[in-house]
């Protein structure tokens, strides 16, 4: 059945913020709406420039015989700025200090807005980059890996400190925590990741990096590669010279006065490290 031009717009936005780094063909659109093609394209031009004006992401068209169009979900280095200044403003109320100098981000990293945000972030950083598959470990980071996989439109994977039984055959790695100083376990399935997965580590908060490195130990057992990691917050009291390079944190956490109960925060290297340019 044919439609008008305002139902397709709604349609065909809804179609296709669902499916971000996804080819569609014209073909597709016109069967759907019994359109014409040049309608089509009509159609994909204002959603094109209301895309980049409302800062949504990028709509671009593939010419040829097997092309379409691909939306790629982004984020303005305006907007992105924005979050980290309110974001900030959050995180330090004294009453998030918990004990061993650890911060309560459960309630922010809670809110659906604040996590898709977060999502589209790190999506952005790694929008130009060839990712198969999001890494992170269980539990705390479980929402942002979602969010992120999402925008990227590809799988995410947990990592546990435990055996479970429906996970099946795992692979196992002992890391040194770099908060503590003991050796922990962590494991994966067997199934979950394949050869040559290009994978992306998040997490929430990083305070010695030895998680992160137990996952990029993890990746190497299974000869994936490790492209990068991004984390919410991290500290900025752990060795730095021992950090890798490719981690981003979103923001630092440059004190907790346990004792005052005042908490220091300043953006992570989230913006230098991201390159914006594509979606402006």
Do not use: C
């Not at 982004?74 to 959050?90: C, L, M, P, Q, Y």
């Not at 994978?199 to 908060?205: I, K």
Request: hydrophobic share 40%; aromatic share 8%; proline share 3%.
């Amino acid at each position: 059945m044919k439609t008008r031009r305002s139902e397709r717009l709604i349609d065909m936005t809804r179609y296709l913020l669902e499916r971000p780094h996804t080819l569609i063909s014209l073909a597709f659109f016109a069967k759907r709406f019994e359109s014409a093609k040049s309608s089509i394209s009509e159609d994909l031009g204002i959603l094109r420039r209301t895309f980049m004006i409302r800062g949504i992401g990028v709509l671009e068209t593939l010419p040829g015989a097997g092309g379409g169009v691909i939306f790629t979900p982004g984020i303005s280095k305006k907007e992105a700025t924005e979050f980290i200044e309110e974001t900030s403003k959050r995180l330090v109320e004294p009453s998030r200090i918990l004990p061993g100098g650890y911060l309560y981000l459960t309630d922010l990293l809670a809110e659906p807005n604040l996590l898709r945000t977060i999502g589209r972030m790190i999506a952005t950083q790694y929008s130009q980059s060839s990712i198969d598959v999001v890494m992170t470990v269980a539990t705390k980071g479980i929402p942002i890996a979602q969010s992120v996989a999402s925008f990227l439109n590809i799988p995410f994977v947990i990592v546990r400190r435990d055996s479970k039984i429906t996970e099946g055959s795992t692979i196992s790695v002992n890391y040194a925590s770099g908060s503590s100083d003991r050796i922990e376990k962590m494991e994966l399935s067997k199934r979950s990741l394949e050869e040559g997965s290009r994978v992306l580590v998040v997490d929430d908060f990083m305070k010695g990096g030895g998680t992160i490195n137990g996952m990029r130990s993890l990746i190497s057992e299974f000869n994936a590669i490790f492209v990068g990691a991004t984390v919410f917050a991290e500290n900025i009291k752990m060795d730095q010279e021992l950090r890798d390079k490719n981690v981003t944190s979103i923001f630092k956490v440059e004190n907790i006065d346990t004792n005052n109960k005042i908490i220091r925060i300043e953006p992570g290297d989230y913006l230098s490290k991201t390159d914006f340019s594509y979606f402006e």
